[in-house]
């Protein structure tokens, strides 16, 4: 038995050994003999195959999810023509002794803007394939081709010169579009590892692309590629081909409730009004889905510089909301019923208490109380602020959507436990935390007519006159409205929601407020707006802050249009502006009603 199987051991090792030697022959005589002969199907040699060392790709597509407007323009993720170069088939002498010739060349550098030198110098000193780069988003993106350049990059047929699609997260262009946030940048070490710098993964670092990470990551790049030998040749025969993952699902795209267009026009408008700081929110009346929300100065996501503020978001920040916080205590002593519209009141410029004085130096006389709203009387406010009890202020400016977080945000959806699209919204403030709520008569009063801690964000604002025009019911500001598949297949419709407090606002106290905001328009701070194309109606405010010591204003106006059939509600706040100057947000409130206005066709 045990010499049978040692038999049979024997004999099997003889036959191992017997076609490894086979192989060994057989490879030799491959090595020796077929070495410079072509393998049949295949267009290189046996040697030049083992030369093969690797393949030289460039990233087309980061495979990260698109964010798109609410027609479908794509905000981030768009995707452009570019001219890519790869290495050519054989190695060039010099770029002017490259296979095609000068004159192809010459006319390449000319359809991409470059001089011919510069073309030259790229390609001598190119290592690893690259997509051209536009000069104007500082070498980070490749230059984008219009259709009539693509063609014609095309009809030269240089070798090695390719007119691909590339995904282009950002065009380079500084934008008030703070909520889309930007990608972190590499650091010096992953950058290292990537000649080309377009393999290193990027991650959102702050608003839609952070808080959307998780649903924006991809499931992998789409990249062009060539075969190359040892030193660093196209092998003879390999074209450039692009490689993707194939997946029908990714990347996803999130359709915003923004209008991409609008939010471009009222940019424009803010930089022109000689605004430095500040920031312009849109609303939709009917549902409170914002349509633009422009912030400055401006951010470029290309070029974050971490000392500046460009990137913060002003739309989400609160600051110091002064006179248009009358609208809260407003609401608060009419519901509490200490005072009614009608109400006669009299201001002689100086309240005689708390150092307040009204901002009409003379005083405004006898007036009522919805007078006095549209001339924004300090003294008829202070006056309301007195019968008031603190908790009753802060009761109803949280019933009005302040001192809040209003965004809206969902849990559980998604895959999310909480999705916040809006990345660091804040909540603002009434009385600062730790205070009994205006214990103290100086800080109520102070606190009515906006100053102190009050701080509103602009959003805040916005949404405050939305929740006027439905009687009370205050909405949460919605920025996503769909994410879909890649097949464009919905994945998920984020419907609106409320966003209620314990309080609310009676319809009844809404509809005179909007009533009161109208005549601030008709006989008050805003009269320059009658001669805005539309009927409109709201609320001014200058408030008194410091920067570094310095005495500054932030301005505001807040309110609605047109009048009868409400579609828009606005809120402008002009930050740290120079006292004394003119009122700059009555004025951009009205060129942005102007602009809804010219855009509504009506
Ligand atoms: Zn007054």
Redesign the pocket.
Known sequence: MLRLVHKRIFWGLFILIGLLAVLILRLAWVQLLLKDRPVPGAAYSLAKMAEIQSERETVLDSGRGRLLDRSGKPLAGETVWTAAFFPQEEQPVSAAGRTDGEQPLRRLATVLGATYEEMRDKLQTMKEPFLWPDPAGGGKVPLALTEQQAEEVGRLGIDGVSVLPYNRRYDGTASGSQWLGYLSEAGPKEAKRSPSGLRVPLSGTDGLEKTLEPLLQGVGHTEAFAQVDARGNRLPGSGIQVRAPGNPYYPLSVYMTVDMKLQEDIERLAVDSGMQEGAVVVLDAENGDIEAMVSLPLYNPLKIDPAGGQWNNRALQGVIPGSIFKVVTAAAALEAGVTSPDEPFF?S?EYGKYGLS???GK??GA?TMAE?FA?S????FATLAERLSGPQLQRAALALGLGRQVGWQAERTLGLPLLRPLAGEQPGVIFAAGEQPGADGGARVQTAIGQRDVRVTPLQAANLVVTLLHGGEVRAPRILQRVAFANGQTLSELPGHLAPAADEISPQTSRLLLSMMRRVVTDGTGRKLQQARWPLAGKSGTAETLVRGKARNNQWFIGYGPVDHPKYAVAVAVENAAPGGPHLATRLFGQVFDQLAGSSGV
């Open positions: 201001c410029g009204c901002a009409n005083g405004h007036l006095g001339v009387c300090n003294t008829v």
